[in-house]
């Protein structure tokens, strides 16, 4: 029916941008790393809205037995998977192809709309710089794009472990 074709399509597409995503990374096309491209120590982004489908979470950070990403969906489900360096140096490359830095210290409020949606963001990069964003009805140039980019990277690393976003649960 239309639902599955709706599907389909919305994985074909996220399938491509992930594709897209990794194909960003220098260090898998071979080449040297882009000289500018600080790597992610840890990532935190978030966010929600009228329906319970559009809150979502996803996080990576470092513990002591290695990296992690955290991702909660729909306020129900959260699945902890981990992050290996080569999709590490593909997110970092992913952030700096976004240029995401130029959201740093974006901090906007529209009280105006009564209902609606929020972010927030927040990276801390090995070389000690970072982003630090929100924003709730307002938003900065290209937000839904690149929010769509992220999205798209942690889907591809669900599916990396076959655990699809639309059931309820794991596999």
């Known amino acids: 029916g239309d639902d599955a074709m709706k599907r389909r399509w919305k994985w074909t597409l996220t ?29 935190a982004f978030s966010c929600s809205g009228m329906s319970v489908d559009q809150m979502r979470s996803y996080q990576i950070g470092e513990t002591k037995r290695g990296r992690l990403a955290a991702i909660e969906l729909y306020l129900a489900y959260t699945f902890v998977l981990p992050v290996t360096d080569a999709e590490l140096a593909a997110f970092s490359a992913l952030l700096d192809e976004l240029d995401l830095a130029v959201w740093d210290g974006y901090r906007q409020e529209d009280s105006t709309v009564l209902d609606g949606e929020s972010f927030s963001l927040n990276v801390a990069f090995e070389d000690g710089s970072g982003i630090d964003a929100f924003g709730t009805n307002s938003f900065p140039d290209g937000y839904y794009e690149k929010k769509g980019a992220i999205q ?17 649960g794991y596999w």
């Open 15 to 43: 399938g491509f941008l992930a594709a897209l995503a990794l194909c960003l990374c220098p260090r898998f096309a071979g080449a040297a790393p882009h000289e500018d491209m600080p790597t992610v120590k840890t990532f």
């Open 152 to 168: 798209a990277f942690f889907e591809a690393l669900m599916r990396e472990y076959e655990i699809d976003a639309d059931k309820t």
